[in-house]
């Protein structure tokens, strides 16, 4: 699963994202391996949180998906 | 004898007939048969006769008791029946054995007939001296013999002869037709009864060659020449024979006239002199010097290499820490492979395996001595007895960055040759295999190597032509080749070794599985991947440079790093720092220890923001150790 982060601004940050099993902060770098398999892993249905906690799906996810490099 | 009044014996005279008795009462004995004068007398016993001549009429010799014995002579229009003949002096004349009949087999002949068949006839121990022409073939039909493992019908016609060895055998010229096995004497058909020129391929051992008919030119290996002179020096002629140069005087020195080497006196200023593997022409200019080592030499000026140049120096081995000495993450611990499928061992070399626990990896594990010159080994060990299907796969390896590779040219008509060297050590000997392969996954070139002896060390040199075709990742930052080695995988995984494949491949058919046995060891250090034909010396970094090399892919930093208060009287905390070594791409970072709460919100190649809002401002904020991972 992966978790979404809001920068101090309250914004969300879309530079990294946390990978909750081992905490890590991915980088969304298209180099980073991480990256590549957090794409790949949220295409397939792996849960995908945003900052609140709350799952995101549907249209937004979709939405989500398209922005990634 | 009363009443004769002669005396036979005394007689003198003839004695009349009127003398004698005139009724002839007086018997005489012939033989055994008594008999008077007067009477007629037709048989007559026990009698001899000696060279009796019959001279007319018949001989009767009829219903005779006992045996009847003819001693030569001749016996004319005589009917014998019954008759034993004891011997004859010679053979009988056919045509005295006329109209009597003989059965031979089947066959009944006349005596004295011509029989040019006889059917159904047996003969035991027969031997024919002679026969006036060759059997014909249907007089042998229906009989078979064997030949080799091949049966034979006699008059029949058979192409092939199998398993028969034939010594001794002169074919003519031709009667042999039709295909005619060959052999091979190298790697030349011989064709018997045919005329060979020449054979190649030839190995010949223990061979003395007693004379050759001309001396062999260069072109055949030879030097054209019968005799070498004594301490003369072989000068090379093209295809001719060999050229030599006499010693000269006493401290004279070989060199160059320009056109040929002379021996002349030292200290001159003209020709060639040769140093090393180079000839440089003396007050001339030399393109290049290679093999030389100098010493206490003032280079004048120096001119950098040639793009053929091939560094040995710096970065001779693309792989990094292929002696296994940095282990950040473990620290040598051993590692478990109990979940997920990848896993990163020590640094830059990872694991990857489709089923879970199935062996264990730690540096230096086991705790054998590695190879001379090195410290530290990757092991390997097998946890169960697993029988790989197809789809499964067990390897590890170290994928090169194409920033490191793209000289190779991989990929092109100018893709060079290199060499893959390591030491291993295994429990199973036999052939272990690995793959060279591309970032796409979809060019690969399997090889196999030979593990000798158990449970000893061995240095492997693997060299393999590089590909001109295939995608390969040219100077960036992406995977240039990977490395790597079977360790089980199943036959999806495995192809041809020594060839390049558009397929994927891991390994190469037939070779060993380490997880097939429990408690399988294998073990490799003193990895090197090399441009050249030739796998030269371990290319030995430092340590530090080699921890650098490593930090490019994976850092862990063991310290504590403050945050600061971004303004007075804030809540919020900003942490950042810079990483020792620029890292391939912006990396994931794992921030352990200190508070919790921080959020990476920037990562870059050189370092990383974090910040958060401790809710108070008086508060420390700091994390005790961070780990970095940009690997490929």
């Not at chain 2, 290679?290 to 710096?314: E, F, H, I, K, R």
């Not at chain 2, 449970?455 to 492997?460: G, K, R």
């Not at chain 2, 040199?461 to 295939?470: E, L, Q």
Request: charged share 5%; with cysteine; proline share 3%.
């Amino acid at each position: 699963m992966y978790k979404q982060h809001k920068n101090i601004d309250g914004t969300t940050n879309l530079n990294n994202i946390e990978r909750i099993i081992d905490s890590a902060w991915i980088p969304f770098d298209s180099a980073n391996t991480d990256y590549q398999q957090f794409k790949t892993d949220i295409a397939n249905g792996v849960e995908l949180q945003d900052a609140d906690g709350n799952v995101i799906t549907g249209d937004a996810l979709t939405t989500f998906i398209g922005t990634l490099a | 004898m009363a009443g004769v009044p002669y005396t036979f014996a005394t007689a003198s005279t003839t004695i009349p007939l009127s003398q004698l008795d005139s009724n002839f009462q007086t018997p005489i004995t012939i033989g055994s048969t008594n008999m008077n004068l007067g009477q007629v007398v037709t048989t007559i016993s026990g009698l001899t006769l000696t060279n009796v001549t019959i001279s007319s009429g018949n001989v009767t010799v009829n219903s005779v008791s006992g045996n009847a014995t003819i001693v030569g002579g001749t016996i004319n229009n005589t009917s014998l029946y019954n008759v034993s003949i004891i011997n004859v002096a010679t053979t009988f004349p056919n045509n005295f054995l006329a109209n009597s009949g003989i059965t031979l087999g089947t066959t009944t002949a006349n005596l004295g007939s011509t029989i040019s068949t006889l059917g159904n006839l047996t003969l035991q121990n027969v031997t024919i001296n002679s026969v006036s022409s060759t059997f014909p073939n249907n007089f042998l039909s229906n009989s078979s013999t064997t030949l080799g493992n091949t049966t034979l019908t006699l008059g029949g016609t058979t192409a092939n002869l199998g398993n028969i060895t034939i010594a001794n055998v002169t074919i003519q010229s031709g009667n042999v037709t039709g295909a005619i096995p060959t052999t091979n004497i190298g790697n030349t058909a011989i064709i018997f009864g045919g005329t060979v020129s020449a054979l190649g391929n030839l190995a010949l051992n223990n061979v003395t060659i007693n004379s050759v008919s001309t001396p062999i030119m260069p072109a055949q290996g030879g030097t054209g020449l019968n005799t070498l002179p004594s301490n003369n020096v072989l000068i090379g002629n093209g295809t001719g024979s060999l050229v030599t140069v006499a010693p000269g005087n006493n401290g004279n020195v070989l060199t160059s006239n320009g056109t040929s080497w002379v021996s002349v006196t030292p200290g001159a200023t003209t020709g060639n002199v040769t140093y090393g593997n180079t000839t440089v022409s003396l007050g001339g200019t030399s393109p290049s010097i290679g093999n030389l080592t100098l010493y206490n030499a003032n280079v004048a000026t120096y001119t950098s290499p040639t793009s053929n140049y091939q560094s040995t120096l710096g970065f001779k081995n693309r792989i990094i820490n292929g002696a296994m000495v940095i282990d950040q993450r473990n620290s040598g611990a051993s590692v478990s492979t109990a979940s997920g499928n990848n896993i990163y061992t020590v640094d830059r070399w990872a694991t990857f395996y489709s089923q879970t626990s199935k062996y264990t990896i730690q540096q230096n594990a086991g705790s054998v001595t590695p190879p001379a010159g090195f410290s530290n080994y990757l092991g390997f060990t097998s946890s169960s007895s697993y029988s790989s299907i197809s789809s499964d796969y067990f390897w590890f390896q170290q994928q090169i960055e194409g920033f490191n590779t793209a000289d190779l040219a991989w990929g092109t008509a100018n893709a060079k040759t290199v060499t893959i060297s390591f030491w291993v050590y295994s429990s199973i000997s036999g052939t272990w295999s690995g793959s060279l392969v591309n970032s796409a996954q979809n060019y690969s070139y399997p090889f196999s190597y030979t593990v000798l002896s158990a449970n000893t060390w061995q240095q492997v040199s693997v060299t393999i032509a590089g590909p001109t075709a295939g995608i390969w990742i040219g100077a960036t930052n992406g995977i240039g080749i990977s490395v790597r080695f079977n360790l089980g995988c199943g036959s999806t995984y495995l192809g041809t070794a020594g060839s390049w494949s558009s397929n994927y491949y891991i390994g190469a058919t037939g070779s060993n599985s380490l997880v097939g046995t429990n408690g399988a060891t294998f073990y490799i250090t003193g990895v090197q991947l090399e441009v050249g034909t030739n796998a030269t010396n371990f290319e030995y970094r430092d340590y530090g440079r080699e921890l650098i090399l490593c930090q490019r892919y994976y850092q862990s930093f063991s310290n504590q790093i403050y945050a600061w208060q971004s303004n007075a009287g804030s809540t919020f905390r900003n942490l950042s720092t810079s990483f020792p070594v620029n890292m391939r791409a912006s990396p994931t970072v794992i921030l352990i220890g200190g508070i919790g709460g921080l959020t990476v919100s920037t990562t870059t190649i050189n370092g990383f923001y974090a910040n958060v809002n401790i809710g108070n401002t008086t508060s420390d904020a700091y994390i005790t150790n961070y780990t970095s991972s940009a690997e490929l």
